[in-house]
């Protein structure tokens, strides 16, 4: 089976901006959850997608949004990037969503300047 | 909040020694509690997890204890090899499939 994939894997924007970002889960998984990588924050969760309901919601501010399609392949998307946005933003998929296994992708490295 | 505290930051051992990493929790709800190892340029990869209705869990060289009294897993990594060296995160499952992680731990095996 195909792992995680997510495209695009780097990507050099300028603040201001907004970005969409592409998370395509193992064949057969429900659920796809998004986590921001930074050196200060380490892993923090953004939100969780389920059937094409968000199911969870971390601690971030309404600039950062997502969406689950029928497919079950998800998206995100930042607004009026800052700086403090680079990091690296990884997606998790999962068979269901109650504490499951999650599996991760390689991530996709933003950053903004 | 839920938080997870992972020690040590950093570890360095001689190949062939064994490395622990132990975390503490606050959210006595969790029950699940998996394990990741992050190499340079990768997503993390799932290593071992547990599960509250188990104390300990073994996949070959890797094991990991759990006790939930004291709010507290570790995971042990026996016979290390250079191969192991990476940065692991332990993570506590919340609602849903949200993960709290933990801080990671560099661990440093020399040849």
């Known amino acids: 089976k195909a792992g995680v994939t997510q495209t695009p894997r780097y990507l050099i924007k300028t603040r201001g901006q907004q970005v969409t970002l592409s998370c395509s889960p193992i064949?057969?998984?429900?659920?796809v959850s998004w986590y921001q990588q930074t050196p200060g924050q380490g892993l923090q969760f953004l939100f969780e997608?389920?059937?094409?309901?968000?199911?969870n919601k971390g601690n971030f501010p309404g600039r950062f949004s997502g969406r689950q399609f029928s497919n079950s392949r998800s998206e995100m998307n930042v607004s009026t990037l800052e700086l403090g946005d680079s990091a690296l933003y990884l997606c998790?998929?999962?068979?269901?969503?109650?504490?499951?296994?999650?599996?991760f992708g390689p991530g996709t490295r933003l950053l903004v300047l | 909040g839920e938080n997870v505290e992972q020690h040590p930051s950093t570890l360095s051992v001689q190949e062939g020694d064994s490395a622990v990493i132990k975390c503490t929790y606050s959210?006595?709800?969790?029950?699940?509690f998996p394990w990741y190892k992050q190499e340079l340029g990768k997503g993390p990869q799932l290593i071992i997890d547990i599960r509250s209705n188990v104390g300990e869990k073994k996949d070959q060289r890797i094991a990991v204890t759990l006790n939930k009294t004291a709010k507290h897993f570790s995971l042990h990594i026996t016979e290390t090899q250079p191969e192991d060296s990476a940065v692991y995160f332990c993570?506590?499952?919340?609602?849903?499939?949200?993960?709290?992680f933990g801080g990671g731990t560099r661990l440093m095996v020399k040849p």
């Open positions: 998790a998929s999962s068979l269901f969503s109650e504490q499951e296994t999650q599996y």
């Open positions: 993570a506590m499952g919340n609602a849903g499939n949200m993960l709290t």
């Open positions: 997608y389920f059937s094409e309901t968000q199911r």
């Open positions: 959210d006595s709800a969790s029950n699940y």
């Open positions: 064949s057969g998984h429900r659920s």
